[in-house]
């Protein structure tokens, strides 16, 4: 017997390239370092290993899916597709999300590092002795580094307030009314399945 199904809602992230003023930030977001490739760069199009073979030209998005493939869409294509996400989450907004996805223990609550994609829980931090609020706003690959590595762990360093600020970045509404940059969440587990620290899911 058939039946209809309705396709469920999920949101990328996304960067708008418009030249070489943003082009530092179009390479962070797809995870390469500009400096690598300066002597290469045409600022007319982008070609890059990671764009799947597309080019991209002045204006096109980049659009980054949950499993991290990147898409390059033409405007028209990517304005009739998405919509912008509001920009401040409510605290109860950030909270239900985390409830929903990981259960109400907010130390488990795993935040994915948009740098490098190291996850990390709150409880994973104090494990190695580090105070779990850093897990929304510090990557874990820095901890790494003072404890001499952590098996499936990157090296990496980044923090919310690293600029060019990544477009992954998210802002929570904090106590005093005030926007306080986080991590996204990673995606939740399976039930069944454990990850050991530092895995993506």
């Not at 890059?48 to 980054?64: C, M, R, S």
């Not at 494990?127 to 952590?150: D, F, K, R, T, W």
Request: aromatic share 8%.
């Amino acid at each position: 017997m058939s039946e209809r199904f309705r396709n469920r809602p999920f949101e990328v992230t996304a960067i708008q390239w418009v030249g070489e003023s943003n082009c530092a930030e179009v390479f962070a977001f797809v995870g390469l370092n500009h400096d690598d490739w300066a002597d290469e760069l045409d600022h007319s199009k982008l070609h890059l290993p990671v764009l799947e073979g597309d080019t991209a030209v002045h204006g096109d998005w980049l659009v980054k899916y949950a499993d991290g493939a990147v898409k390059v869409m033409k405007p028209s294509e990517f304005e009739a597709g998405f919509e912008k996400v509001s920009s401040i989450l409510s605290n109860a907004e950030w909270r239900a999300e985390g409830t929903r996805r990981f259960g109400k223990d907010a130390a488990q609550w795993k935040f994915r590092c948009p740098a490098c994609g190291n996850v990390a829980s709150a409880s994973d931090f104090i494990a190695l002795g580090v105070s779990g609020h850093s897990a929304p706003h510090g990557c874990i690959g820095g901890v790494q580094v003072e404890l001499g590595g952590l098996p499936g762990v990157k090296h990496c360093k980044y923090h919310v307030s690293d600029l060019p600020r990544l477009p992954e970045v998210i802002k929570v509404e904090g106590a005093a009314g005030d926007a306080l940059l986080a991590f996204p969440f990673a995606e939740a587990a399976p039930a069944s399945a454990a990850l050991p620290l530092g895995e993506a899911s």
